[in-house]
């Protein structure tokens, strides 16, 4: 069965500081990962996924299949960077479905 | 213009009752899902469906029935409500094929209280 794991639920950083949260992941096939962001009363919207390969707001995560990781990494933190990220897997073996990680919270201390 | 929208935002009712939460996106995806999001902010996915077509149904209990009249539309009824139910409420759709294909648009959800 598929499964992402984010150890932290909490991770705070002081602005400037570089940011990493974790994701790993099991899953029997090839993945397809996301990191999906909620911004304090504001939708889940998607942040980046692995295929893309790009910068988001100065973000990146490379696919370490060997590891089966998926880190989130940022060199220098923003105040608004805080939020709550979500890791999450797409199920691409039968049926459509997304697994999500139980979430980090991000905390940028001014 | 809203992509996925769901109504109502804010739903406070009383344990027994019946309530509806209702879905709509304008994306021209594929498939449509229910999410639930807990006090503990985890997500855990309830239903999916593709094309009208229920294609996931995770362990939830039967009090909750989602509805599909299109595939524009997926809502999601409860019955008998229980203080557990308390939460929020995540539509969300995908497209299957091309380059966005596999991302999830979320609705702003619908805050759930069970007094």
């Known amino acids: 069965a598929q499964r992402v794991t984010q150890p932290e639920k909490l991770l705070s950083v002081f602005k400037g500081a570089p940011v990493e949260l974790k994701c790993n992941y099991s899953?029997?096939?090839?993945?397809?990962l996301f990191w999906y962001v909620q911004y304090s009363r504001q939708r889940l919207q998607l942040l980046l996924r692995?295929?893309s390969r790009e910068s988001i707001k100065g973000f990146t995560a490379d696919l370490n299949k060997g590891e089966t990781s998926f880190h989130l990494k940022k060199p220098f933190a923003q105040e608004e960077d805080s939020a709550m990220y979500y890791c999450?897997?797409?199920?691409?073996?039968?049926?459509?479905?997304?697994?999500f990680g139980t979430g980090t919270k991000l905390q940028v201390i001014p | 213009d809203t992509a996925v929208s769901q109504t109502p935002k804010y739903l406070v009712t009383q344990m027994g009752n019946d309530k509806s939460i209702k879905c709509e996106q304008n994306?021209?995806?594929?498939?449509m899902y229910w999410y639930k999001q807990d006090s503990k902010k985890f997500l855990k996915i309830m239903f999916s469906?593709?094309?009208?077509?229920?294609?996931i149904n995770e362990t939830v209990p039967n009090r909750f029935s989602p509805k599909s009249p299109d595939k524009a539309h997926l809502n999601l009824h409860i019955n008998s409500l229980e203080l557990g139910d308390s939460a929020v409420y995540f539509c969300?759709?995908?497209?299957?094929?091309?380059?966005?294909?596999?991302?999830?648009?979320f609705g702003a959800g619908s805050r759930l209280t069970v007094l």
């Open positions: 999450a897997l797409w199920n691409s073996g039968g049926y459509q479905k997304v697994t």
């Open positions: 994306l021209g995806h594929d498939t």
């Open positions: 899953y029997s096939g090839s993945p397809e």
């Open positions: 469906y593709n094309n009208k077509e229920l294609i």
């Open positions: 692995h295929i």
């Open positions: 969300a759709s995908s497209q299957d094929e091309g380059s966005g294909a596999n991302v999830l648009t």
